[in-house]
């Protein structure tokens, strides 16, 4: 990081977000953007598998329910638990925007417990953009839809290019999706941007 100004709340002059005109319909899912990703691949056995919905805006949202492997306390969601569950409702918005950006600063309010068994209502919406970041806002409620707000997050995501993986990332997990095709045309797809 070079520079900083590195809040989350976005400047006066920072541009309104926009969504895609490709981005999955409202309703739709949006996939999970790797298979064993701990906030929503579909393989990783030890994850939250998340599966997010477009929403009508630049915006998602998602069901996360807590297992007894997500604890903290007895009976309780963890921490950190819950705030990947904001990061990656966050990622989400990636598929909105038809851009790729990684998460530099989460700010997160835990405003009530989160038992065990419990769903937890997720919704992330990207509030601004300028240049290269962009602000988003989630937040979690329990009972429902329109329950009471147990955590939530104010974000700044980074856009990235494609190779800030390929030269960050572990060779063998690097290797093992460049040879998966769809991966390939999906991650490229989402540098072509208008
Ligand atoms: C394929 C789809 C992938 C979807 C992923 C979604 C998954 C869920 C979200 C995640 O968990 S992402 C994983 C956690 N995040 C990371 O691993 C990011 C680690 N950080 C980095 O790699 C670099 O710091 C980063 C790419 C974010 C920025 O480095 P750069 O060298 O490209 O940026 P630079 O230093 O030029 O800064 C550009 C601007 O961003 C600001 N900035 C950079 N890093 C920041 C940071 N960490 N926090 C806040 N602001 C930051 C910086 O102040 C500056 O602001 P100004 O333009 O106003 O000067």
Known sequence: ???????????ADAAAP???PEAPAPGEPVGSH????????PDQPHGLHLAARAGEGVDITAEF?????????PGLAHGGVLATALDEALGALNWILRVISVTGRLETDY???VPVGSV??????VTARAGR????????????????VAVRADALFIEVKVDHFIENGRQEEIQAV???PDVRRQARAFEVNP
């Open 120 to 125: 937890l209502h997720l919704s992330a919406r």
């Open 1 to 11: 990081m070079s520079a900083t100004n590195t809040a989350v709340q976005p400047p």
């Open 178 to 180: 460049m040879h998966d």
């Open 18 to 20: 926009v969504r895609h």
């Open 34 to 41: 790797y298979a064993n990703c701990f906030g929503c691949g």
């Open 133 to 148: 970041k962009i602000y988003a806002t989630a937040e979690g409620r329990l009972d429902g839809p329109d329950g009471p």
């Open 111 to 113: 405003l009530r417990p």
């Open 65 to 73: 329910t807590v297992r007894p492997e997500h604890q903290g306390a």
